[in-house]
C-alpha cells in the first residue's frame, strides 16, 4: 500500500479514530487522527491523501471549516472524503447534497460497522486517485517553468539580437577611429605633445571597444579566445586591481582553492566577470560602513535537479564545475529584486549604470555556465558562478610578437567592406606596410573585382555582414574562381560567432573590428607567412 500519501481521520468522540488507523495500518497505510474538523484543517498540508470522517464530527461550524479547505484547494487537487455513517441513505443524500455544493468531487459514504476490506479499498482508491493529481500538478510545475525559462530565452534573444547589431555597427565605427589614430600614432615623434594626445585617442577607444564586447557579453556573442584557464589563478592575478576597485572600509578576502580543474574560457571576460561581481558587492556595503567582501574558487558534481534551480536561462547538462562565488555583507535583496538583477539596464544603484550583471550573465552563458543567486535583505548577497570543468590543462600564454618586429610584407590585398571608413583605414595601413590595395564596397563588387585580378591577388580582407551579397555569399564565389585564395574574415562580432558558418571551408584567419594597424599587419602576414 501507499506509504508516500497520509490518511487523516476525524472522529471526536470514543475510540472511532484509534480503531480506524489501527485497521488502516494492518493494511499499510499511514495514517494520523484529529479530535475534530478545526484541527485536521489548521494542520492539514501537502502528503494528505485522503480524510476519512465520523458523522460527529459535523459540528455546527464544522462544515464551514471544511468548507474553507476544500476552497483552498488548487485547481489540480480534489481530496478525497469518507463519511463514515450509522444512518445509511437519509445521510447519505444530506451530506452529498452539502459537500457537493461546497466542491468536493470524490465523496464515499461507509456504513458502520466497518468492514475493514471495503474500508481499505475505499482508501486505496483515493489515493490512487490523488497520486494522479500529484503528478498532474508535477507536469503542470514543469509546464509552467519550461514555458517561463522559454519567454526569459526569447527575451534574451531579442535583446540579445538587439545588443550584437548595435555593437557590430559601433564596432565598425570604431574600426576607422582606431585604425586612423594608431596610424597617426606612428607618424609622430614619440614622446611629443600631439603623441600623447593621439595615444589618448587609442586608449579612448579601446575603452569604448571594450563597452561594446559588453553588449555582445550580454547577448552571449562575445569574442572568446577560449584556453584552459585555473580560474584561481585568474582570480589572483587580478587581485590588487579590485583592492583599489572597492572603497577601503571593504576588506577583501580570498579563499581560492588550490589546483582546480581547468576550464575552458576567455581570460579577459572571466576577469571582467569577477570585477563586476566585486563592483556590485561593494556598492551593495552602505557608503562609509565597514564590510566584507570574499571571494572562493571550488568544484562542485551538479545534477538535474540543481540545474532547475539556476538563474533561468541557464541552459547546462549536470556534470563538474569549476565554481566561482562572490559574497558580500551588504543590504541584501528581495526576491523581487533578485528575479530582475540580470535584466539590462535594471539597477538599485545610481542611474547609469545597468550593463554590468547583464554582462555577467551573458558571459556565463556563452560560456556554457550557470549562476545561483543566495541573498537575504539585511544580511548580505552571494553570486555562485559554475564553469564546466575541463581535463585540459592551463598553458602559459605565449608571448605577443614584439611591436618593433617588420611587419612588412608584399603582394596585393583585396579589401572587400561596406563602411568606407573602413575600407579607407585598411588601404593606408596595408600600403604603409608594402602592400597593394584593391577596394570593393559589397561582396558582389568584390567578387566582380577579384575575377578581373585573381591572378594577383595574394588575399582578401572580407567583411561579414554587407549588403547585396553576405561575406558568406562572397567567399563561396571568390573560392569558386580560385580554391587556393586565403580569406581573411573582418567582423565586429566576435570570432566564434563569425566563423562558425565558414567551418572547414578553408578560411584563412579572422581579424575583430575593431583593430589597430599593427593588429590587421599581423593578421595579413600570418596568413601570408602560411603556406
Same mark, same amino acid.
Given at each position: ?13 470514543g475510540r472511532d479514530a484509534q480503531l480506524v488507523c489501527d485497521m488502516l495500518a494492518k493494511r499499510g497505510f499511514a495514517c494520523r487522527s484529529y479530535s475534530d474538523i478545526r484541527e485536521l484543517c489548521r494542520e492539514a498540508a501537502?502528503g494528505v491523501g485522503a480524510i476519512i470522517f465520523t458523522e460527529e464530527a459535523l459540528v455546527p461550524g464544522a462544515m464551514e471549516e471544511l468548507d474553507a479547505l476544500l476552497d483552498a484547494q488548487p485547481a489540480w487537487s480534489d ?24 466542491? +468536493? ?176 558587492? +561593494?556598492?551593495?556595503?552602505?557608503? $562609509?560602513?565597514?564590510g566584507t567582501l570574499l571571494i572562493t574558487t571550488g568544484v562542485q558534481e551538479v545534477d538535474d535537479a540543481y540545474i532547475q534551480t539556476t538563474v533561468p536561462g541557464s541552459d547546462i547538462e549536470r556534470g563538474r564545475y569549476v565554481?566561482? =562565488? ?5 543590504? $541584501? ?85 561596406? =563602411? ?38 595574394? +588575399? ?72
Amino acid at each position: 500500500m501507499s506509504q508516500d500519501l497520509q490518511v487523516s481521520v476525524v472522529a471526536p468522540t470514543g475510540r472511532d479514530a484509534q480503531l480506524v488507523c489501527d485497521m488502516l495500518a494492518k493494511r499499510g497505510f499511514a495514517c494520523r487522527s484529529y479530535s475534530d474538523i478545526r484541527e485536521l484543517c489548521r494542520e492539514a498540508a501537502d502528503g494528505v491523501g485522503a480524510i476519512i470522517f465520523t458523522e460527529e464530527a459535523l459540528v455546527p461550524g464544522a462544515m464551514e471549516e471544511l468548507d474553507a479547505l476544500l476552497d483552498a484547494q488548487p485547481a489540480w487537487s480534489d481530496i478525497g472524503l469518507i463519511l463514515l455513517t450509522s444512518h445509511g441513505d437519509r445521510v447519505q443524500s444530506a451530506v452529498h447534497t452539502k459537500l457537493q455544493r461546497r466542491g +468536493a468531487r470524490s465523496v464515499i459514504l461507509i456504513e458502520r460497522p466497518v468492514r475493514l476490506l471495503t474500508l481499505a479499498s475505499s482508501v486505496e482508491s483515493l489515493l490512487q486517485s490523488r497520486r494522479r493529481q500529484y503528478q498532474i500538478r508535477d507536469y503542470l510545475e514543469e509546464r509552467i517553468r519550461n514555458e517561463s525559462r522559454l519567454r526569459e530565452t526569447q527575451k534574451l534573444e531579442s535583446v540579445g539580437i538587439l545588443a550584437g547589431g548595435i555593437a557590430h555597427d559601433f564596432n565598425n565605427i570604431l574600426t576607422g577611429v582606431l585604425g586612423n589614430a594608431s596610424l597617426a600614432l606612428d607618424d609622430v615623434p614619440r614622446g611629443s605633445h600631439l603623441a600623447m594626445r593621439l595615444a589618448d585617442v587609442v586608449n579612448a577607444t579601446e575603452r569604448a571597444a571594450q563597452l561594446t564586447k559588453q553588449l555582445l557579453a550580454y547577448a552571449g556573442k562575445g569574442r572568446f579566445v577560449i584556453e584552459p584557464l585555473d580560474l584561481s589563478h585568474q582570480v589572483r592575478e587580478i587581485s590588487s586591481l579590485i583592492q583599489t576597485s572597492i572603497p577601503r572600509t571593504v576588506q577583501m578576502r580570498l579563499e581560492l582553492t588550490e589546483s582546480l580543474p581547468c576550464i575552458e574560457a576567455d581570460a579577459a571576460q572571466i576577469q571582467q566577470v569577477v570585477m563586476n561581481l566585486v563592483i556590485n558587492g +561593494a556598492e551593495a556595503i552602505p557608503e $562609509g560602513q565597514p564590510g566584507t567582501l570574499l571571494i572562493t574558487t571550488g568544484v562542485q558534481e551538479v545534477d538535474d535537479a540543481y540545474i532547475q534551480t539556476t538563474v533561468p536561462g541557464s541552459d547546462i547538462e549536470r556534470g563538474r564545475y569549476v565554481t566561482l =562565488e562572490v559574497h558580500d555583507t551588504g543590504a $541584501g535583496m528581495d526576491p523581487d529584486v533578485i528575479s530582475r538583477i540580470f535584466d539590462p539596464f535594471y539597477t538599485t544603484k545610481f542611474a547609469g549604470r545597468g550593463l554590468g550583471l547583464a554582462a555577467v550573465r551573458g558571459i556565463v552563458r556563452g560560456h556554457r555556465g550557470a549562476i545561483k543567486v543566495y541573498s537575504t535583505p539585511g544580511r548580505g548577497t552571494t553570486f555562485k558562478l559554475l564553469f564546466p570543468a575541463t581535463l585540459k590543462e592551463d598553458q602559459k600564454r605565449r608571448s605577443r610578437a614584439s611591436e618593433h618586429a617588420s611587419l612588412k610584407g608584399t603582394g596585393t590585398i583585396l579589401v572587400i567592406d561596406d =563602411e568606407e571608413i573602413v575600407r579607407r583605414t585598411a588601404k593606408v595601413t596595408l600600403e604603409r606596410f608594402g602592400y597593394e590595395v584593391i577596394l570593393a564596397e559589397d561582396g558582389r563588387q568584390g567578387v566582380d573585382a577579384f575575377r578581373r585580378s585573381a591572378d594577383r591577388v595574394d +588575399a582578401v580582407l572580407l567583411d561579414m555582414t554587407m549588403p547585396v551579397m553576405s561575406g558568406e555569399e562572397a567567399f563561396r564565389e571568390l573560392r569558386m574562381i580560385r580554391p587556393d585564395i586565403k580569406v581573411i574574415l573582418s567582423s565586429g562580432y566576435n570570432e566564434v560567432e563569425a566563423i562558425r558558418h565558414f567551418t572547414g571551408k578553408g578560411l584563412a584567419g579572422f581579424v575583430q573590428k575593431p583593430y589597430t594597424s599593427l593588429r590587421l599587419a599581423e593578421a595579413v602576414q600570418s596568413v601570408l607567412n602560411r603556406h
